[in-house]
């Protein structure tokens, strides 16, 4: 359905996008996931013909954004970040505009008012549009994007500023969407794209550092097995016993845990150190607090890939 093939955009010798390239399939719901200044936007304003990119291509549905910037644009629904609305039109009066605008084809009536219903507005259609809440505003944003039926819906931070209750009515709104739509959805909050996607790209300083699905990104991102552990010694003298341990690949000092510090150790496939691992300790009179299997948190993993993406280096 989506095609981003060698896309990079510079403005003079900063580069926002840095030759990334991904493809969306049909009814799948895509989260763009990245720190602020990552590239989400620049990315999100070039596919939807916004800005034009420095190299690279776009296409959607067989539709290139460049050479048949009209026919593409009729093909995807947009809700940028500040939702584009007329804030002294009422709701009803300001969709029928929209669809005016967007020379939709489709029975106006009908067609706005199933639009409505979709997105919880049936009962507002009166109301002007400054006199409602940043939810049902972004709901508003939700419906122009709407009209016309897109066969792509491309959401850009939809739900910065909401409290919690609206967060979770705009997630449930965006999995009904990948229904009958593919959708593209930019976030810089974790919890928010795993929540909501089937899969996540995630991007740093304009390059993609990750793509997996939702449910195997840990394990994508981990790149093999790995132990947790909780120890109160001398940090240095800890990482080094571990790091004596055959198996062991790599050591990683986690924050502090009150007593003692985390840490994350890496070791080969079908190993099993755990006998290993309390022997060392027991060497260095290191009491283990707590010893587990299993990868980082996800979020725990997402800070170590930016700030490594970054040249940094995690906590």
């Known amino acids: 359905m989506i095609e981003v093939k060698n896309l990079t955009k510079r403005y003079g010798k900063i580069t ?19 720190p602020n200044g990552a590239g989400k936007s620049t990315t999100m304003n070039i596919i939807t013909g916004y800005i034009s990119s420095t190299s690279g291509t776009v296409t959607v549905d067989g539709s290139e954004i460049l050479s048949e910037p009209k026919k593409t644009k009729q093909k995807i ?14 709701v009803r009066k300001y969709l029928e505009f929209m669809f005016d605008l967007k020379r939709v084809k489709l029975p106006k009536k009908e067609h706005i008012a199933e639009i409505m219903r979709l997105v919880g507005l049936d009962k507002h259609g009166k109301r002007l549009i400054k006199n409602l809440s940043k939810g049902f505003k972004q709901r508003v944003g939700f419906a122009q994007a709407l009209l016309g039926n897109p066969p792509v819906i491309i959401l850009d931070e939809p739900t910065v500023g909401l409290d ?12 009904s969407l990948g229904k009958k739509h593919t959708v593209i959805f930019s976030s810089h ?21 990750a793509d997996a699905k939702s449910n195997e990104l840990s394990a994508a991102l981990s790149g093999g097995q790995r132990m947790s552990l909780v120890a109160e010694g001398k940090p240095a ?14 050591v990683r000092r986690g924050g502090a845990a009150d007593p003692g510090v985390k840490y994350y150790v890496e070791y080969k496939q079908g190993e099993d150190i755990r006998r290993d691992v309390f022997s060392a300790m027991e060497r260095i009179n290191a ?16 800070l170590r890939l930016t700030e490594n993406a970054k040249g ?4």
Do not use: W
Not at 77 to 90: A, F, H, R, V
Not at 294 to 301: I, K, P, Q, T, V
Not at 312 to 315: H, I, N, Q, V
């Open 237 to 250: 003298e800890i990482t080094s016993e571990l790091e004596k341990i055959p198996a062991v690949t790599k």
């Open 189 to 209: 909050v974790l919890s928010e794209i795993s929540a909501t996607c089937d899969r996540i790209i995630i991007i740093c300083d304009g390059k993609i550092i």
């Open 16 to 34: 926002a996008v840095d030759d990334i390239s991904f493809t969306v399939d049909t009814g799948e719901v895509l989260g763009f996931l990245g």
């Open 164 to 175: 919690p209750k609206q967060i979770i009515e705009i997630r449930k709104l965006i999995k």
């Open 287 to 302: 009491p283990i607090l707590e010893m587990k299997s299993g990868d980082e948190s996800l979020e725990e993993l997402y």
């Open 77 to 90: 629904g947009y809700l940028p970040e500040i939702p584009p609305l007329y804030i002294d039109m009422t």
């Open 312 to 315: 940094g280096e995690a906590s």
